[in-house]
């Protein structure tokens, strides 16, 4: 009985030992720091394959957010849609069919987790401060003389006209709007 326990513990040293000897390969043991320490080393060839999904800023121009599209608009394009969402890039003189539209959705359903860009961080629906962000760009906005400006229901758009559709405030408002948003900004930051 007492050589079986000693056998046992035998076994079951040998086995733990086994977990932490050095048998490993250089290139194991290398992979494994560098999988620990891949937050603050610089990027890899891989790492840099592997992009993130852009992030709009405030003064992105139109430009700028054309050339963020381009992961997207390809992604679309292998999956039977061209940027312009024309199925395999026909003419789009027509509407689109059912089974379109169904491709269509399908193939956004694909691509726009992976590459279409993410609002600007203000406006995000994850930043717990967005909504702060929205109240304080109204405020800015009635300040400028717009008269029908609010939060919208989301909590996170800004809503211009009203229930009258005041084209003053909807025209007025989008001319203000970016600066605004700039100005709130930089005050957060502060």
Request: include cysteine.
């Given at each position: 009985?007492?050589?079986?326990?000693?056998?046992?513990?035998?076994?079951?040293?040998?086995?733990?030992?086994?977990?932490?000897?050095?048998?490993?390969?250089?290139?194991?043991?290398?992979?494994?720091?560098?999988?620990?320490?891949?937050?603050?080393?610089?990027?890899?060839?891989?790492?840099?394959?592997?992009?993130?999904?852009?992030?709009?800023?405030?003064?992105?121009?139109?430009?700028?957010?054309?050339?963020?599209?381009?992961?997207?608009?390809?992604?679309?394009?292998?999956?039977?849609?061209?940027?312009?969402?024309?199925?395999?890039?026909?003419?789009?003189?027509?509407?689109?069919?059912?089974?379109?539209?169904?491709?269509?959705?399908?193939?956004?359903?694909?691509?726009?987790?992976?590459?279409?860009?993410?609002?600007?961080?203000?406006?995000?629906?994850?930043?717990?401060?967005?909504?702060?962000?929205?109240?304080?760009?109204?405020?800015?906005?009635?300040k400028k003389g717009i008269k029908y400006v609010e939060v919208s229901d989301d909590g996170i758009?800004?809503?211009?006209?009203?229930?009258?559709?005041?084209?003053?405030?909807?025209?007025?408002?989008?001319?203000?709007?970016?600066?605004?948003?700039?100005?709130?900004?930089?005050?957060?930051?502060?």
């Amino acid at each position: 009985m007492r050589r079986s326990q000693v056998l046992a513990v035998a076994v079951a040293l040998t086995f733990l030992s086994a977990c932490g000897s050095p048998a490993e390969s250089k290139a194991d043991s290398e992979k494994k720091v560098a999988t620990l320490a891949s937050v603050e080393a610089a990027p890899s060839a891989s790492a840099s394959a592997t992009a993130q999904r852009p992030r709009e800023r405030l003064d992105t121009t139109p430009e700028e957010f054309e050339a963020m599209l381009g992961p997207y608009n390809k992604c679309m394009k292998e999956h039977g849609y061209s940027p312009k969402g024309e199925p395999n890039g026909g003419t789009g003189a027509r509407p689109a069919t059912d089974k379109e539209k169904e491709s269509s959705d399908e193939a956004n359903r694909i691509c726009e987790p992976q590459f279409y860009p993410l609002p600007p961080w203000e406006k995000d629906p994850a930043n717990p401060e967005s909504r702060d962000f929205a109240r304080d760009v109204v405020k800015c906005l009635k300040k400028k003389g717009i008269k029908y400006v609010e939060v919208s229901d989301d909590g996170i758009s800004i809503a211009l006209g009203g229930e009258q559709n005041d084209p003053t405030s909807i025209s007025r408002g989008l001319d203000l709007a970016p600066e605004c948003e700039r100005t709130v900004a930089a005050a957060r930051k502060k």
